[in-house]
């Protein structure tokens, strides 16, 4: 049984490793964060925020429902052209127990490389909120939170909120 991670523990600010072999015991965690994500109303999980310091994670396309599954994801390219748009996320909540919103501008669109859980080669160019999850995501394998990429001041709006949970 996983657990979620919340923001403060050490375990999302580390750099996961890549994973060697795909595992009965991955193929379970993964489809394991799927039903976490999909009963805590998120769109995306990535392994640090299950406690498991190994690049993977699990998204949801909202508008196709399409899920993924992604083992070693690689963002290779992204455009430059940027888009400011909301985020929340399952480790970082307020005094309700729901995700803090916070806007943060990234690149609008990305090409990303996986390896899918039957050990396939994948790429796909994402735009508009699948490209938003995935940069969001992968970013926590390198340990990095959405709130890093705020203004010290938002920053600190959204912590302030963190902080008053329970
Ligand atoms: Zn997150």
């Not at 799927?34 to 995306?44: F, T």
């Not at 888009?83 to 669109?109: I, K, Q, Y």
């Amino acid at each position: 049984m996983l657990q979620m991670k919340l923001c403060g523990d050490l375990v999302l600010r580390q750099k996961c490793d890549a994973v060697a072999d795909i595992t009965p015991e991955l193929q379970g965690m993964l489809n394991e964060m799927v039903e976490m994500m999909r009963a805590q109303n998120g769109v995306g999980l990535a392994a640090p925020q299950v406690g498991v310091l190994q690049r993977f994670l699990v998204m949801m396309d909202p508008d196709t429902e399409t899920v993924y599954k992604m083992i070693n994801p690689r963002i290779v390219s992204h455009s430059d052209k940027t888009v400011n748009m909301e985020e929340g996320c399952l480790s970082v909540l307020g005094p309700d127990n729901l995700p803090v919103f916070a806007h943060v501008t990234r690149p609008a669109s990305v090409v990303v490389e996986w390896t899918d859980e039957t050990g396939a080669a994948c790429a796909a160019e994402m735009s508009g909120v699948p490209a938003r999850i995935v940069q969001h995501e992968t970013d926590h394998l390198d340990g990095i939170l959405f709130i890093d990429h705020l203004a010290a001041v938002r920053r600190e709006m959204v912590m302030r909120k963190v902080r008053k949970r329970k």
